[in-house]
């Protein structure tokens, strides 16, 4: 009876996973669109990415210190994420007053509001991008060309998004999207960039197939049944059948905008996300609609933002009814 056992309080198996590693894991698979977008916007991507990532870092650390009194943790990787992410949803030549503006939303009230990461029910980069985008829209809306390097004189145009909204225009090809050679935001260019970034992730296991997959198939459906059932109202590659310009079109929209971003990158954070295999697939196949919905009837060309902004907003009721079965529990 001498020998006792003292068993600790769970969890009692620990991994080698931690905040600072899923965080850097993320960073790293931006790495390759954040080239592609210095390669496109030169200069401009640099100012716009350097001033979003210093911002946010330094608004988390005053807010931390100085405002809520804890100990700063802007070495955990999430406020320079948050700068990354945020700079990936704007124009490369948006004035940098306006991109402070866009990092104290997503710091102060996309973030700290809620107490700091792991209580915010929206993502903090897009809070800071739908607060510019109805505060500033028409800064948020212009768009340099592609090879335009310069922050300040650069020429705009139109994106992909804008051409097949408004029904104008000759559209990039699908190897120019997917390489990034068309206008928008740093975050739009580049899909093949951005896929094999999320590919990274899903190999690392920082994320799971379920929320980029069912966005992405959502997402293409949707567009080849709006495009099939009305082929006059729907501007895209012209293929010669109905069909062939359906499916062109479903295709552009997943290469296009911030699709891949956005499915890959942003609906998948663990905070605002659906916590059960289940609860993401409903959550993803909204996104993907919302997000169809948006750029083919909304006011908006794009819709991505808007539609993981208002996923996020049902993320605590995904929870609340869609619960994995407890251990023992006997369900009628």
Request: aromatic residues 12%.
């Amino acid at each position: 009876m001498g020998n006792k056992f003292f068993v600790s309080l769970a969890p009692h198996i620990h991994g080698g996973d931690s905040i600072e590693k899923k965080m850097y894991g993320v960073l790293i698979a931006l790495l390759p669109a954040l080239a592609v977008s210095v390669y496109v916007f030169g200069v401009g991507a640099l100012v716009v990415t350097g001033i979003s990532v210093l911002s946010c870092v330094l608004f988390e650390y005053v807010l931390q210190r100085f405002v809520l009194k804890v100990q700063p943790t802007v070495t955990d990787g999430s406020a320079i994420l948050t700068g990354l992410l945020l700079a990936f949803n704007l124009p490369s030549n948006l004035p940098f007053w306006i991109i402070l503006i866009g990092a104290m939303a997503a710091i102060g009230i996309g973030k700290m509001s809620f107490g700091g990461l792991g209580n915010n029910p929206f993502n903090p980069a897009i809070v800071g991008r739908v607060f510019l985008l109805i505060s500033f829209p028409s800064q948020m809306t212009t768009w340099p060309n592609a090879f335009e390097r310069s922050y300040v004189d650069a020429s705009t145009g139109a994106t992909p998004l804008d051409m097949v909204k408004n029904h104008f225009g000759d559209l990039p090809s699908f190897s120019e999207l997917l390489m990034g050679q068309s206008g928008g935001s740093l975050g739009e260019l580049g899909a093949l960039a951005l896929l094999l970034g999320g590919l990274f992730m899903l190999y690392r296991g920082i994320i799971t197939w379920h929320i980029p997959v069912v966005i992405l198939l959502t997402a293409f459906v949707s567009a080849f049944c709006f495009s099939l059932l009305a082929p006059e109202s729907f501007y895209a590659y012209q293929t010669g059948s109905s069909l062939g310009n359906a499916l062109a079109y479903a295709g552009f929209h997943l290469v296009s905008g911030g699709m891949m971003l956005g499915a890959f990158f942003m609906a998948t954070d663990y905070v605002t996300s659906p916590m059960t295999p289940r609860g993401q697939l409903l959550y993803a196949f909204g996104i993907g609609l919302i997000t169809i919905l948006i750029r083919v009837f909304g006011a908006y060309p794009e819709g991505m933002s808007f539609a993981i902004f208002l996923m996020n907003g049902v993320t605590p009721l995904i929870n609340t009814y869609i619960k994995p079965k407890r251990f023992g529990e006997v369900r009628k």
